[in-house]
């Protein structure tokens, strides 16, 4: 894993970014893995800056996203519908029929889940996914004790997650405490992985994913056996020094 130590948040917002424009531009009918939460959003500033100031073109580009919660609709401003729309997809020039998220409204989940890798095969996988680190570890909202070889599923997140997520909500009890997510079978066979990790809050969480054994109660740690993963992270997460972390939430 090659690890790219930034400044700060800001810092590894724009070379995160440098680092995907670069893969787009090397192949323009890229397809790109994207990831929600607080961590990717001034990434995405940076995407949507850099469209309006160089023309980069998204019109050949597919998207797919990690995961959705469950009984949301497209249109609540908690769901990761709505979160793609409003930070990037909204201020790009991607055709919305390149975009591709979990439904977390299917009638039936469990075919959605199948027919959700399905599509990834038949786009022939993801060339980069971009991922956050949970507290406890998670990847998309494979949670501690997923096995590693889950494709894409239905998921009872941890309270921890619950509890790490209501800040986006207007209590804790509107959050969805279930969701689909890609899994880690699916995860792992992205050709290539982009992890981001800021804050002091997420040192812990990234000295395990670098230092302990792979297990699977800390989801993460399998990036060990990914042969392609490299992790922008600002000194805050490597170094963990004691002060506040200067993230900007994503509404
Ligand atoms: O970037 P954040 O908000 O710290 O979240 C980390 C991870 O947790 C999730 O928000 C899920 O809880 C993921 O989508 C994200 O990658």
């Known amino acids: 894993m090659k690890v790219i130590q930034t400044k700060n948040y800001q810092d590894m917002s724009e070379k995160a970014a440098q680092f995907i424009l670069e893969k787009i531009k090397s192949k323009p009918d890229f397809q790109l893995g994207l990831a929600t939460g ?3 959003v001034t990434t995405y500033q940076n995407l949507i800056q850099d469209h309006q100031t160089n023309q980069t073109s998204y019109q050949l580009v597919t998207t797919f996203n990690l995961d959705e919660y469950i009984g949301l609709s497209n249109e609540d401003p908690n769901s990761y519908h709505y979160y793609m729309n409003k930070h990037l997809f909204s201020e790009i020039d991607i055709p919305a029929d390149q975009t591709f998220i979990p439904n977390g409204l299917a009638e039936d989940l ?3 889940c199948i027919e ?5 095969s038949k786009y022939n996988g993801i060339d980069l996914q971009i991922l956050g680190l949970g507290h406890n570890g998670h990847i998309g909202f494979n949670e501690p004790g997923t096995p590693f070889d889950k494709q894409t599923h239905i998921v009872t997140l941890a309270d921890s997650t619950v509890e790490a997520n209501a800040r986006f909500f207007d209590s804790i009890e509107d959050v969805p405490t ?3 997510t890609m899994g880690i079978g699916s995860i792992m066979k992205s050709k290539e992985i982009l992890l981001l990790v800021s ?3 997420k040192h812990e969480a990234l000295q395990k994913l670098l230092h302990d054994e792979v297990n699977e109660l800390f989801p ?3 990036l ?4 392609n993963v490299t ?3 600002d000194e805050d997460a490597i170094i963990g020094k004691d002060m506040m972390q200067s993230k900007s939430a994503y509404r």
Do not use: F
């Open 199 to 201: 804050g002091r809050e």
């Open 231 to 233: 992790i922008i992270a």
């Open 116 to 120: 959700y890798d399905a599509l990834i």
């Open 178 to 180: 279930q969701a689909i």
């Open 224 to 227: 060990q056996r990914h042969k």
């Open 220 to 222: 993460a740690s399998i």
């Open 38 to 40: 607080g961590t990717p």
């Open 110 to 112: 469990e075919r959605e």
